[in-house]
T-cell receptor, first 111, second 113 residues
Framework: NAGVTQTPKFQVLKTGQSMTLQCAQD?????MYWYRQDPGMGLRLIYY???????DKGEVPNGYNVSRLNKREFSLRLESAAPSQTSVYFCASKGFPDIQYFGAGTRLSVL | DQQVKQNSPSLSVQEGRISILNCDYT??????FLWYKKYPAEGPTFLIS?????DKNEDGRFTVFLNKSAKHLSLHIVPSQPGDSAVYFCAASVSSGTYKYIFGTGTRLKVLA
């Protein structure tokens, strides 16, 4: 049982490049989330999807877009990466009773 | 404006003693609280939760206490073990409808053998 799978685990980008972070869950959860973790800042919500077909902004959505491709998959896209987007990105899905399950994270560096 | 605060960035405790991690919140609408544990290079994992209708919840060595009037919750680990060394995040949500969780900045616990 894989749970929440994120790819890639590591990525280095140059400023202005684009990339998509992939996330898939096999727990049949309706809700999925993207967070970023920065030193001293905790986990901050970027976007979330309460159910298939819906997405909403979180605390720090600027510079990101998301796609809820189907119930299993929720991707995060950086259209034009900036050094301020250097971070560790976590995807999560929410099951009953309101517990979030996290992937192992993607460590992104933007030079 | 940080709605969930963990004011102690780090804590060191001797093995076998009690670890107490604290969390304060400002939004009185929060009614569901969770603690997560995170090891390096891994995602956070759920530890324990509490609803605002309770003031205490226990699971083995872990107990969470909620003081709604003070807008404060704490996680007690008794006895502490070296494997408990990790970063602990508290999180809060409004259970009806928003689906959003607000996380604190985390407390790094080190249990000394």
């Amino acid at each position: 049982n894989a749970g929440v799978t994120q790819t890639p685990k590591f990525q280095v980008l140059k400023t202005g490049q684009s990339m998509t972070l992939q996330c898939a869950q096999d727990m049949n959860h309706n809700s999925m989330y993207w967070y970023r973790q920065d030193p001293g800042m905790g986990l901050r919500l970027i976007y979330y999807s309460a159910s298939e077909g819906t997405t909403d902004k979180g605390e720090v959505p600027n510079g990101y877009n998301v796609s809820r491709l189907n119930k299993r998959e929720f991707s995060l896209r950086l259209e034009s990466a900036a050094p301020s987007q250097t971070s560790v990105y976590f995807c999560a899905s929410k099951g009953f009773p309101d517990i979030q399950y996290f992937g192992a994270g993607t460590r992104l560096s933007v030079l | 404006d940080q709605q969930v605060k963990q004011n102690s960035p780090s804590l060191s405790v001797q093995e076998g003693r009690i670890s107490i991690l604290n969390c304060d919140y400002t939004n009185s609408m929060f009614d569901y609280f969770l603690w997560y544990k995170k090891y390096p290079a891994e995602g956070p994992t759920f530890l324990i939760s509490i609803s605002s209708i309770k003031d205490k919840n226990e699971d083995g060595r872990f107990t969470v206490f909620l003081n709604k009037s003070a807008k404060h919750l704490s996680l007690h680990i008794v006895p502490s073990q070296p494997g408990d060394s990790a970063v602990y995040f508290c999180a809060a949500s409004v259970s009806s409808g928003t689906y959003k969780y607000i996380f604190g900045t985390g407390t790094r616990l080190k249990v000394l053998a």
